[in-house]
T-cell receptor, first 111, second 114 residues
């Protein structure tokens, strides 16, 4: 059974700092997704990573995938308050189309 | 930009009542999903639907749950006899045919069972 682990689960950081959220998963997959969720809102797609070594960047967020280590990272550069949200990674098992979510990382950026 | 739409946005129901949550997936999408999120917890897979049938369901999706695509546009989730523990946000999602495409989520239907 596929398990997806994120850490940290909660992160409070100051504006201007850099930090990384980690996502580990338990079975072979080369498709990983990052979503953002604001309180009470839906899941907004941030990145889709489809191969080993994939790296994608959007603004202050950069995501990467290492399928051999079964690890993805979401790196935040020079954080700003607007990035405060919960970030979920999700993994697509190769044999079917559902995605399984991690528990989420609640990011709180202090001004 | 096309989006997944869900109704109602919020429903309060008494325990034991039937509830139907409705979704209109993005029009050229072929895979449909229901997920749920209990307040403050992770997003859990309920069921996937393709080619007019369930392709996979989780342990949560027991006999009290059913899904239907009655008219080619709507995709519904029915809970036959609601329990207190069914209180959650229910998200509908859809994606195009190709594996690895983004799964797009609706705004969610918040169900409160009292």
């Amino acid at each position: 059974e596929l398990k997806v682990e994120q850490n940290p689960l909660f992160l409070s950081m100051q504006e201007g700092k850099n930090y990384t959220i980690y996502c580990n998963y338990s079975t072979t997959s080369d498709r990983l997704y990052w979503y953002r969720q604001d309180p009470g809102k839906s899941l907004e797609s941030l990145f889709v990573l489809l191969s080993n070594g994939a790296v994608k960047q959007e603004g202050r967020l950069m995501a990467s995938l290492d399928t051999k280590a079964r690890l993805s990272t979401l790196h935040i550069t020079a954080a700003v308050h607007d990035l405060s949200a919960t970030y979920f990674c999700a993994v697509d098992q190769n044999r079917d189309d559902k995605i399984i979510f991690g528990k989420g990382t609640r990011l709180h950026i202090l001004p | 930009e096309p989006e997944v739409t869900q109704t109602p946005s919020h429903q309060v129901t008494q325990m034991g009542q039937e509830v139907i949550l409705r979704c209109v997936p993005i029009s050229n999408h072929l895979y449909f999903y229901w997920y749920r999120q209990i307040l403050g917890q992770k997003v859990e897979f309920l069921v996937s639907f393709y080619n007019n049938e369930i392709s996979e369901k989780s342990e949560i999706f027991d006999d009290q749950f059913s899904v239907e695509r009655p008219d080619g546009s709507n995709f519904t989730l029915k809970i036959r006899s609601t329990k207190l523990e069914d209180s959650a946000m229910y998200f509908c999602a859809s994606k195009r045919r190709e594996t690895g495409n983004t799964i797009y989520f609706g705004e969610g239907s918040w169900l409160t069972v009292v």
